[in-house]
């Protein structure tokens, strides 16, 4: 039975009546198709949605390859694009990993800081800490095995949740593979630096 990692117990706020979206990169350029399922869980709910049309990158490639000037440069922006005291939900561990945890090593003890990164959730954490979502059980049965990412795992430690989430579906059977904790090979910048490595990591 998989056990929850204490080091990442936090305080959850109650359900609130706005959140704002982290796109991503990633989501934007190439799976616009789960922002707009991500809007859609958090709509059903009757949540608003805020998406800041000017959100970029959360500055996690410049960040990892050494670049910390840009990388504080790109946070700052970030930070200003989510200004009202309401949770900024993600729609990547990764991302959520560089917001709730690397911003204050760039931006520094700062109380408008420390706020920001107190409101960042990973998505499935938000569905299941706050929202206490319960699925709409409907489809044909399937077998679904998921995959959570090193960031969610380790750094935002919330590999548990989405797996939750699953689980309440009656029609879905949820398959745990034997690599699951394992690096799925992508790791941002590291793909591109090492593809040779990364491919055959896949």
Do not use: W
């Not at 200004?83 to 945890?101: A, E, N, Y």
């Not at 409101?119 to 299941?128: A, D, G, I, P, Y």
């Not at 995959?147 to 699953?166: D, F, P, Q, W, Y």
């Amino acid at each position: 039975m998989q056990q929850l990692n204490t080091q990442h117990l936090r305080d959850y706020p109650k359900k609130p009546k706005q959140v704002y979206l982290f796109g991503t990169c990633i989501v934007d350029s190439f799976f616009p198709d789960t922002g707009m399922d991500a809007i859609e869980l958090l709509e059903r709910e009757g949540i608003e949605v805020i998406y800041p049309q000017g959100q970029s990158c959360c500055g996690q490639p410049a960040y990892n390859s050494g670049y910390k000037d840009e990388a504080k440069a790109v946070a700052m922006a970030q930070v200003k694009q989510f200004p009202l005291d309401i949770p900024v939900v993600v729609v990547s561990g990764s991302c959520g990993g560089m917001m709730r945890h690397h911003y204050q090593d760039l931006l520094g003890d700062d109380p408008e800081i420390n706020n920001f990164c107190q409101r960042v959730f990973e998505l499935t954490e938000f569905l299941v800490h706050v929202l206490r979502l319960k699925p709409i059980d409907q489809g044909p049965k399937e077998r679904v095995a998921l995959h959570t990412s090193c960031a969610a795992r380790r750094e935002m430690g919330v590999h548990i949740t989405g797996n939750k989430l699953i689980s309440q579906l009656a029609n879905v059977e949820l398959v745990i593979h034997d690599y699951e904790s394992e690096c799925c090979g992508f790791g941002g910048t590291f793909a591109v630096k090492h593809a040779d490595i990364s491919a055959a990591m896949v």
